[in-house]
């Protein structure tokens, strides 16, 4: 590949719109252009660094039996009609009209179609089970599209679906997905972790997420300082047996502490401790209001809320709710006689709460040594808070800590979520009609081009490891003018790509500097410089990773880059 024939378009100075190191080395070392919000073109080193990554992903889906397909981006809206999606994706669907006015939507992802798809081919259990997958353009109207690849609107993925006749086969398929995964992210040289999700929208119950851990990721991830146990924060189960306070119960008492609204501005002007004051939460539960209560130096976790109820959809309260639903105004709210006919549930920490100070559900006015089960009861008593560092790990070996980190994938068990609405059926051995057992299992793979962009560079741009980068070598003399080096730099060309190393030959008659400061921009793992040696037959050799420089004969080239990549 010659420099002057290819368009790697590099940029000298940082885009100001590019928040994060991946996004900006990405735009600067020519590899990607960004066309609007959220959507990207990939220039010709972006689109080999897609190759490469597709092409480990293809060979781990092929190795557990997956069927590669290419579906329609072009959906029907009819389909995503039977399953109800229409009406609740919101507005992360592009949706669009055809020339006789009928509707569409790009697809975000495929259950639906790949469901029609099955119902009207496979009607018998000895045709399962099957597992498809693609690798396709995907289309969601993110709200923030941000950090170029990793959250786009345009954005390719690897989905694949599985159908069974029976919830073992769909556990044996989850669990050769879950290597597969752990293959293709070791593989790619990241450095991750697969850890406990909740299903979110799509619906389900066992999921795992994959995540590249990173400072920038969105995402924090609880994890054991001693054992595999790792959780998206989200999903953490918090395990603790709260020790009930020796205190006696003392009497309840209302004390005015004006201008006094949060657990903070109440700890400090009473002088008590936020772990001995009640936080007081309203809901939205599928449109009924709940009362919520945890410790003051928790945090609510409204997905534990949502699966406490079995709800569908749970939403902070706005004051103006929480007035309607208690009369009160939110910084004066507690749980002590609160209109009756409010549902209220509290965490476990609250139970062994003695004599805390809450909200008198009076502006301006708290109430001390508050105590559950005498002064106010709660309904339930559910573990609803997020788990925080120093917990004890859920699977009861060390102590949770923190970490942030990138969603590259995420794994589903569906179970029937799709198939019973769209009627896609089989006949068992029984001659029963069952509906289809599923699974669906996503890798981002564009975000993941970004999450090795962010793993694999230094100060001075990309710097990928030798297994993974667009090419092997670059190969630069320093005067394109200088007949000496230009022989040899074709020489050196044609002998290394008729070794089948791919090499990118810096052809440009551009000043030293500028070839250098790009090659390490683009961050190919290996660059040879030939330049005042030339004539002796001696080129340098930079190794990208360490920064180190030798010198290689011309006669032993070939020996070296052997031993270098293998
Ligand atoms: P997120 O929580 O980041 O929005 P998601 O849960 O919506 O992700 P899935 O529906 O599980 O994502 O999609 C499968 C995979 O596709 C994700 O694991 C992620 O790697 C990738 N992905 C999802 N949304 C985007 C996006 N907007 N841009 C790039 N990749 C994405
Ligand atoms: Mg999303």
Redesign the pocket.
């Known amino acids: 590949m010659k420099q002057s024939r290819t368009f790697i378009p590099t940029l000298r100075e940082t885009p100001s719109d590019a928040e994060i190191r991946s996004h900006q080395y990405l735009l600067r070392a020519g590899y990607i252009r960004q066309n609007t919000s ?1 959507v990207y073109s990939y220039l010709p080193l972006g689109k080999k660094m897609l190759k490469k990554i597709e092409a480990i992903v293809r060979e781990e889906m092929d190795a557990i039996g997956g069927a590669e397909v290419l579906m329609p981006s072009l959906q029907q809206a009819e389909l995503w009609k039977e399953t109800g999606r229409w009406y609740t994706y919101g507005p992360e669907l592009m949706r669009l009209h055809d020339r006789h006015d009928r509707e569409f939507a790009l697809g975000p ?1 495929h259950e639906e179609v790949v469901t029609s798809l099955l119902r009207d081919e496979v009607k018998s259990y000895k045709k399962l089970p099957l597992t498809l997958y693609q690798i396709q353009t ?1 289309f ?1 109207d ?1 709200k923030r ?1 941000r950090f170029g ?5 345009e ?1 390719i ?1 690897k ?1 694949a679906y599985s159908f069974h006749d029976t919830k073992e086969s769909l556990d044996e398929t989850y669990e050769d997905m879950k290597q597969a995964y752990m293959n293709i992210f070791t593989r790619l040289g990241l450095n991750f972790r697969s850890v406990i999700a909740d299903s ?1 929208a ?1 619906g389900g119950k066992d999921t795992h ?2 995540m590249v851990l990173s400072e920038i990721g ?1 995402d924090t991830i609880a994890y054991s300082d001693s054992s595999d146990y790792a959780a998206n924060i989200e999903m953490a189960e918090v395990n603790v047996d709260y020790p009930v306070s020796e205190q006696a119960e003392k009497a309840i008492s209302k004390v005015e502490t004006p201008g006094v609204r949060t657990i903070a501005d109440v700890s400090e002007f009473l002088g008590v401790r936020p772990e001995d004051c009640i936080k007081t939460l309203v809901f939205i539960v599928d449109e009924e209001p709940v009362v919520v209560l945890c410790r003051g130096d928790h945090d609510i976790n409204d997905i534990k809320v949502k699966n406490a109820l079995d709800a569908k959809v749970v939403e902070l309260a706005t004051p103006e709710q929480v007035k309607e639903a208690t009369g009160t105004d939110i910084g004066s709210l507690g749980p002590v006689k609160l209109p009756t006919g409010i549902r209220m549930i509290a965490d476990h920490a609250v139970r062994s709460m003695r004599n805390a100070v809450t909200g008198a559900n009076d502006e301006g006015w708290h109430y001390t040594n508050t105590n559950p089960g005498r002064d106010f009861s709660a309904d339930s008593y559910e573990d609803l808070r997020f788990i925080m560092e120093g917990d004890p790990s859920p699977d009861g070996k060390g102590v949770i800590k923190f970490a942030r980190g990138i ?4 794994i589903f068990k569906l179970g029937t979520t799709y198939s019973e609405p769209m009627d896609g059926k089989f006949l068992d051995n029984n001659g029963r009609q069952q509906p289809y057992i599923m699974g669906c299992y ?3 793979v ?3 081009l970004a999450a090795m962009a962010e793993q694999f560079q230094d100060d001075s741009g990309l710097a990928w490891p030798k297994e993974m980068a667009p090419a092997d070598i670059h190969l630069i003399p320093v005067n394109i003018k200088d007949e000496e080096q230009r022989q040899l730099a074709d020489e050196l060309y044609h002998l290394i790509t008729s070794y089948r190393y791919d090499c990118l030959y810096d052809d440009r008659p551009e000043r030293a500097g500028v070839k250098f400061a790009d090659a390490d921009l683009i961050g190919l793992p290996l660059r040879i410089t030939v330049g005042k040696k030339a004539a002796e037959g001696i080129v340098e050799v930079k190794f990208r990773k360490t920064g180190e420089t030798v010198e290689w004969k011309k006669e032993e080239l070939t020996d070296k880059l052997r031993s270098f990549f293998g």
């Open positions: 959220g992802t995907k969601r993110e599209p690849l990793l959250r786009g609107r954005f993925m989905d979110g799509i997420e994959f969105e969603e590259v994938g995420h996503g890798i981002g564009s975000r993941v």
